[in-house]
Every structure is written in C-alpha cells, then in structure tokens.
C-alpha cells in the first residue's frame, strides 16, 4: 500500500494502493475539470451585460470555477511524493 503525503505536513494523508490508482485519480479529476470548461462555454451568453449579471454568465462563471478548482487539486495530487509501505 502506499501513502501519499504533502511535502509541506506529514499529518495530511490520501492512501492508495498503486501509483496507477493516483494517476487514475488525476484523469478522473483532469476530465472532471474540462467538463465545466465546456459547460461555461455553452453557458456564455453572445450578449454580455456590463456588470456579468445575467443568469447565464452567473452559472458560466461557476462552471469556470469549478473547473479552476479541480485543476488545482489535480496539481496539488501531482506534487504529493509517494512513501511505500508494507502492512502486516
């Protein structure tokens, strides 16, 4: 088994079994993430109000951070370092 752990604490924790389950973790994540871009595109109005305040840019707007959010976590998966360990 192996224990992924954040360069920055050793408290946080995120166990998987195989180096494959994390990178199929990160392609999830990855596909996850181009899902909401392409939803704030079909949201995105032609027509855009001066202050984003129609109901299509507002859910646009969340799509995109959504989007934005996963990304992040799926780089914050990339940077954590594997330590291998065998359980009895």
């Given amino acids: 088994m ?19 389950e994390k990178e199929q973790w990160i392609q999830i994540l990855t596909a996850a993430a181009n899902y909401h871009w392409d939803m704030s ?15 299509m840019e507002k859910v646009a707007k969340v799509h ?3 989007a934005r959010a996963i990304q992040e976590a799926v780089q914050l998966i990339r940077f954590w370092e594997t330590d291998k360990e065998e359980e009895e």
């Avoid at 954040?6 to 946080?12: C, R």
């Fill in 41 to 55: 595109g079909q949201f995105e109005p032609e027509i855009k109000t001066s202050d984003e305040s129609s109901d």
């Fill in 2 to 20: 192996s224990i992924i752990k954040t360069a920055a604490s050793s408290t946080p924790t995120l166990t998987v079994s195989t180096e494959d």
């Fill in 64 to 66: 995109r951070g959504w």
